[in-house]
């Protein structure tokens, strides 16, 4: 019998993350997928300066790929330094696999990346949502529920 997943993922070291995702989509379904990278991309990854921002992840013959993910070239590599914005291959179950091509086909999801990590091995993962986009009157919506939160969390703390 196969162990069961735990909740969370075990982040030891952010090395890029997507702020923007939550606010623009609904998330359904988190996956946590490997990345197939070359030696001077961990190396850039480390240094903390990637960015996923504009990155989104799409099903191709039966594989991921993380698509326009931006992971700059190391600054002491030499003429075998990798492309920045090419499409990385992740790494993922292929129940998953189906799992997210039915949902994107079917229901009109995205996969959106919402981390890229090392985990406490030393490996580098990418935190991977299923998606639904928000309309502009969802948006805001989740911008007054933010401000009433703080406002109410004001009140509490005054009046103690």
Sequence with gaps: MARPKPATFDKHRVAADNRRAKFDYHIEDTYEAGLALQGTEVKALRAGEASIKESYAEVRDGQVWLINANIPE????????????????????????????GAVERKGMTLVPLSVYFNRTGRAKVELALAKGKQAHDKR?????????????RLMRERG
């Design 74 to 101: 190391y600054s002491h590599g030499n003429r075998l330094n990798h492309e920045p914005r090419r499409p990385r291959k992740l790494l993922l179950h292929s129940r998953e696999i189906e799992r997210m091509f």
């Design 141 to 153: 919506e989740a911008v007054k529920d933010r401000d009433w939160k703080r406002d109410k969390a």
